[in-house]
């Protein structure tokens, strides 16, 4: 098993992605040293930077020089130029699986798992947990409202963790509590099909030893099958939900005010008291849920999680407000699925009635735009103009066939859908075309939020 000592010199290929960045902070935190490259500088490099890390941009053999340990995210391959360099020289190397079973190593893990919402659902357990003075140390695939950071080191045993399932980087994980928030196919290009997506999440919840807790949404059909299979073998678990009228957690009551999202929650058709949130949409709600269950297992009462959501600020690019002008609001979502660009069109809408709803979206990676190519062509149904940009490649070449004008070809049912080639042509179609009341969604996890500096810099009244 992979050992970590405090003073060790780690390096990390890939250094400025969500999930390795967080590492880092933690290392740094730790008393390790710390270095990394990425292809290019980000604010995220910037910061790790001032924080003590030493970053490199751009990927070189030498910057593995003096490395007790390479760390190489998902996206990186044997035959990477500085994962060959670690080999060559005798250096370890690992991937985050093997790497979180080591780092993770002595705390009471608490891992969120799910094709959506796990995000959201772990900055809340997190912040919960804080506001309740438990202190947690946590790992978040986004940068949390409240702290303007993604990883945070505490003082009390418990790790709260987004638990990933691209690379199987959820099965390096020793879970004490697992939540699944919903099982829904995706990763194509390592899942190929939904039965292997499916495989993996019952692999992670297996990892639970048998007193471990189990908290699953069982409006999800697959995550309900995998609780009711731990349920089955006398394991414990908790079940939460909306629709699903035998959860043992349940919102009802539900209202939205435009500005607030209520609800009513019950446990076990008991009343325990209400959620006021400031997020539009049910998911948050389902998000909450979770979080709540999770917080009563760790000793917070109900009352003292629903205080401390109130005071919850959205994890960066989760329905983020990026500003507003001219009755125009920016709204930038990490949104990459079907199933999440029809929940965020849908809390757009519920948010803001009286509004045009724009949505600009960045598809993202070939291999995913091709598997759900039907479902993306029908998830803009929700909003009234509709902008495509070119497709985020990240780690993967070009598909025959596969791209942005295509796209917009196959949608020619809907009223209103343009191709904007470059992100100024977008942030320009909205200058000539748009009048308030209106709110433009940005769907992007790659680098099409930067559309909303671009138009709120713009005057668009001229």
């Not at 044997?78 to 060959?84: C, F, G, K, N």
């Not at 048998?210 to 073998?233: H, I, K, N, P």
């Not at 600009?360 to 735009?369: A, G, L, M, N």
Request: glycine share 8%.
């Amino acid at each position: 098993m992979l050992r970590l000592t405090r003073g060790q010199h780690i390096h990390l290929i890939g250094i400025g992605g969500a999930g390795l960045s967080a590492i880092a902070r933690i290392l740094l935190q730790r008393g390790f040293v710390v270095s990394g490259s990425d292809l290019v500088p980000s604010e995220m490099t910037a910061t790790l930077a001032a924080e003590g890390a030493r970053v490199f941009t751009g990927h070189d053999a030498a910057y593995v020089d003096g490395a007790d340990l390479v760390l190489a995210s998902s996206a990186i391959s044997a035959e990477h130029v500085e994962a060959r360099a670690a080999e060559e020289r005798g250096i370890p190397i690992c991937d985050r699986r093997a790497f979180m079973t080591a780092l993770l190593d002595g705390f009471r893990t608490i891992a969120v798992a799910g094709t959506h919402g796990k995000t959201t659902t772990t900055a809340m357990i997190a912040h919960i947990l804080q506001q309740a003075g438990i202190d947690p140390s946590a790992i978040v695939g986004g940068t949390m409202g409240n702290t303007g950071l993604n990883a945070v080191v505490g003082s009390s045993e418990i790790f709260v963790i987004e638990a990933d399932e691209y690379g199987h980087m959820f099965l390096g994980l020793r879970p004490e509590i697992a939540v699944v928030t919903n099982i829904e196919h995706e990763h194509p290009d390592y899942f190929p099909t939904p039965e292997a997506h499916f495989q993996a999440f019952s692999s992670f919840v297996d990892l639970l030893p048998s007193t471990g807790l189990l908290v699953s949404c069982t409006d999800d059909e697959r995550a309900r099958a995998l609780l009711d299979d731990r349920r089955a073998r006398g394991m414990p678990t908790a079940s939460y939900g909306i629709v699903d009228c035998a959860a043992e957690w349940r919102a009802v009551d539900i209202r939205s005010d435009g500005q607030f999202t209520t609800a009513t929650i019950l446990r076990n058709d008991e009343a325990l008291g209400a959620f006021r949130l400031k997020l539009p949409g049910t998911h948050y709600l389902l998000n909450a849920l979770a979080a709540s269950i999770v917080a009563n297992v760790c000793g917070v009462s109900f009352c003292e999680s629903a205080a401390a959501l109130r005071s919850f600020k959205p994890t960066a690019r989760r329905f983020e407000i990026r500003g507003a002008r001219d009755d125009v609001i920016v709204i930038d979502d990490y949104a990459h699925h079907p199933t999440e660009i029809r929940v965020n069109l849908s809390a757009a809408r519920q948010r803001y009635p009286q509004h045009e709803i724009w949505a600009i979206w960045q598809p993202h990676t070939y291999s995913r735009v091709q598997a759900f190519w039907s479902a993306f062509t029908a998830a803009f149904a929700g909003a009234d103009h509709v902008l495509i940009t070119p497709i985020y490649a990240a780690r993967e070449t070009p598909l025959a066939g596969i791209s942005g004008p295509a796209l917009v070809d196959d949608m020619g049912s809907h009223p209103s859908v343009r191709y904007a080639p470059t992100f100024e042509a977008a942030a320009d179609r909205l200058r000539d075309d748009i009048k308030g009341p209106a709110v433009v969604l940005i769907c992007s996890a790659g680098d099409a939020n930067t559309i909303a500096d671009l138009f709120l810099s713009q005057d668009v009244t001229d």
